[in-house]
């Protein structure tokens, strides 16, 4: 008798994260359904897998509760990615964001149940907001600005959902571990939403000035989205980890500037680097994190998690995903 394989299903499957995680369970033999709504991610992402007999899509929104509950019922398991992110889409649509990321997380949490399936939450480094310590444990304290300001708005909605989470597991059983992702980064991701990388990466390529913001001194861990996937679903596979959320973030702290300074040597361009005012580049009061370092303790000891590429090698790999792509063509 041969095995029925693994129903999957991915929230934000065509996003950048996602549409990894996606081939990885694919060629790990799931049967794979993306629920998304194409509002950051695309089609584009998921053109190796369209035509795969175990793919399925679904275009809706995760506020689309009973698109969710259908797509949900009758799976195993589900990754939970989708949301609203982007530090500049976050501030440019709060409201959005908060619907999305809040009662969006609900339907999803509330399909998982109903369908008796496991659940990995995506959820953030964000979540510690601006504490700096040397390294940021699960169970560290978070500082958080105002929740009248947009930055601190996503880090409390991603909070309610792991609280959520949390609490379905606690009170319902459900069967959910949470992971915190620190700055993940990689092939596929766009710099329209304001990440660091692909942004840089392409002003270097197109020769164009490289916006740094601030004095470029905050720090940063960015971990390769190759790295992460595998850990994603190794957790979701683990029973001890749910009810219990786990960082995942790079090992090596680099500062913006300094980010900016290796984009430049290693692609050989001939951009400047421009210091940006934060007011200029995301309006007044906007406030940023000075450093942000993960302790991957406890995901390394679950799941033997090591973040293993390079600055180096994920700036090479940025640019040539940045070439390659046929929907924004980048002069070389
Ligand atoms: N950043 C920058 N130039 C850009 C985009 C971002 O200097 O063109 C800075 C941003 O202010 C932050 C860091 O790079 O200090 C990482 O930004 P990103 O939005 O990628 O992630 P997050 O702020 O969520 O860590």
Known sequence: M????????????????????????????????????????????????????????????????AAVLGEIDGADRVFHLAAAVGVRRIIEQPLDSLRTNIHGSENVLDACLAADASLLLASTSEIYGKNTSDALHEDSDRILGSP?????????????????????HLEHGLRVGMVRLFNTVGP??????????????????????????????????FSYVGDIVPALVAIAERPEAYGQVFNLGGAEEVSILELAERIVARLG???????????????????????????????????????RTSIDAIIDAVAEDLRTRTESPVPV
């Open 2 to 65: 041969t095995e029925l394989p693994i129903r999957s299903v991915v929230t934000g499957g065509a996003g950048f994260i996602g549409s990894h995680l996606v081939e990885y369970l694919l060629h790990r033999g799931d049967e794979v359904v993306v629920i998304d709504d194409l509002s950051t991610g695309s089609m584009a992402n998921l053109a190796g897998v369209v035509a795969h007999p175990r793919f399925g899509f679904v275009e809706a929104s995760i506020l689309d509760r």
């Open 148 to 168: 009248l300001k947009s930055r601190w708005t996503y880090a409390a909605a991603k909070g309610i959902d792991e609280s959520f989470a949390h609490a379905y």
């Open 188 to 221: 596929r991701q766009t710099g329209r939403y304001g990440m660091v990388v692909p942004n840089l990466v392409g002003q270097a390529l197109r020769g164009d000035p490289i916006t740094v913001f601030g004095d470029g001194l905050q720090t940063r861990c």
């Open 269 to 307: 361009s001939t951009s400047e680097i421009m210091l940006v005012p934060y007011e200029q580049a995301y309006g007044p009061g906007y406030e940023d994190m000075r450093r942000r370092v993960p302790d991957n303790t406890r995901s390394g000891s679950l799941v033997g998690f090591v973040p």
